[in-house]
């Protein structure tokens, strides 16, 4: 009779444990995939970054490649026309509407300022790109937002003055 009893307190107590693997896996799996999320969304605000300094780039180049024709002919040196940031404009514009897939998407990219004025020798614009991360867009509408600056020189400047 005594055997018995201990052999009962021993399966008793073999069996408390069933199931904790089980709970372990499924909290295990959950920091995982959260953590996986969160490098997902790093990985989405430095994308946002490097297209921020692209777009300001092309955007100032774009400004500054307008160049006015009529005081070139005249001086012989390349100046800003002034049309620059209208045609920094129209690359952003043209920017936003070709570039709207993917996990990394560019929601909204806005010129936040152009210094372009016409006769000058640079032009500098700084632009602001903004996205929707993984997490934030799962849980409501957040959004991450970059902003870069870049200036361009007009013409060709290797050896001779703009």
Do not use: K
């Amino acid at each position: 009779m005594l055997n018995l009893a201990r052999w009962r307190r021993g399966a008793r107590s073999q069996h408390g444990d069933q199931g904790s693997v089980a709970v372990f896996t499924v909290v295990f799996a959950i920091a995982v995939v959260a953590l996986t999320a969160l490098i997902v969304d790093g990985g989405i605000a430095m994308n946002a970054r490097e297209r921020a300094a692209d777009i300001a780039g092309q955007a100032a180049r774009a400004a500054a490649s307008d160049i006015d024709v009529a005081a070139l002919r005249t001086t012989g040196t390349a100046q800003i026309g002034p049309g620059a940031c209208a045609a920094a404009n129209d690359l952003v514009a043209r920017y936003v509407g070709v570039d709207s897939g993917g996990v990394d998407r560019v929601d909204t990219v806005t010129i936040q300022s152009c210094f372009a004025p016409q006769g000058a020798e640079q032009a500098t614009v700084q632009v602001q790109v903004v996205t929707v991360p993984l997490v934030g867009g799962i849980l409501g509408g957040f959004t991450e937002s970059a902003t870069q600056s870049a200036t361009a020189e007009c013409g060709i400047t290797e050896g001779t003055e703009c």
